[in-house]
């Protein structure tokens, strides 16, 4: 069974750089008509679809956070990442990385299963 | 691009019947499937409804996914509520662009 894995630090200081890696517990990546995918959830609020990297390489951002993410698949293909700039303390947040399923015209439709997440603390 | 309106919260007592709303802004609800996906507190997001009405395997058949064209909206009904269910629902849907909607999530009471 499919399982992912965030990883990264904790807390980070506002105008840094957050940095996460979501480790694939299966050669998946690259391999498979499938997404890679990071969402989060700040405290208090829904749900928000970050970046997600199609199994070609192809990048999709949400319009609100594309000028300051970037995803990307490790060499390795074993790790897709994730680096969020000039962060704030609107950016804390739980992160969650997914892997994303298609539909039948290609889209990316939907995401299972999801890592159990890791909380980023923006503050100084 | 388009907007999910879900009400903020929904409470309802033990055995009955709740519905969730999830209304599109703009588009037709139909031209791309709605999921709904269900958090306990501590817990990663699962899916209890894809493609609109689909149950993965493993999520009771108390679970229940609709779309109406005539309001542009989805919904997910939970029939025989147990204290379990009590959790935020978020509907999520994308564009053909690969760009992808949450909802705002709904906190489910069971009262």
């Known amino acids: 069974q499919l399982q992912l894995q965030e990883s990264g630090p904790g807390l980070v200081k506002p105008s840094e750089t957050l940095s996460l890696t979501c480790t694939v517990s299966?050669?998946?990546?690259?391999?498979?008509?499938?997404?890679w995918a990071w969402i989060r959830r700040p405290p208090g609020k829904g749900l928000e679809w970050i970046a997600s990297?199609?199994?070609?390489?192809?990048?999709y951002y949400n319009p609100s956070l594309e000028s300051r993410v970037t995803i990307s698949v490790d060499t390795s293909k074993t790790h897709f990442s994730l680096r969020l700039n000039s962060v704030t303390a609107a950016d804390t947040a739980v992160y969650y990385c997914?892997?994303?399923?298609?539909?039948?015209?290609?889209?990316?439709?939907?995401?299972?299963?999801w890592g159990q997440g890791t909380l980023v603390t923006v503050s100084s | 691009n388009f907007m999910l309106t879900q009400p903020h919260s929904v409470s309802e007592s033990p055995g009955k019947t709740v519905t969730i709303s999830c209304s599109r802004s703009?588009?037709?609800?139909?031209?791309?499937?709605v999921q709904w996906y269900q958090q306990r507190p501590g817990s990663s997001p699962i899916t209890v409804i894809y493609?609109?009405?689909?149950?993965p395997s493993g999520v009771p058949d108390r679970f229940s996914g609709s779309i109406d064209r005539s309001s542009n909206s989805a919904s997910l009904s939970i029939s025989g509520l147990q204290t379990e269910d009590e959790a935020d629902y978020f509907c999520?849907?994308?564009?053909?662009?690969?760009?992808?909607?949450f909802g705002g999530g709904t906190r489910l009471t069971v009262l």
């Open positions: 997914a892997r994303g399923l298609i539909e039948i015209f290609g889209a990316l439709m939907r995401f299972d299963p």
């Open positions: 299966e050669d998946t990546i690259g391999t498979t008509d499938s997404f």
């Open positions: 990297i199609s199994f070609t390489g192809s990048t």
């Open positions: 703009s588009g037709s609800i139909d031209s791309t499937f």
């Open positions: 493609e609109d009405d689909q149950r």
């Open positions: 999520q849907s994308y564009d053909r662009s690969n760009h992808v909607v």
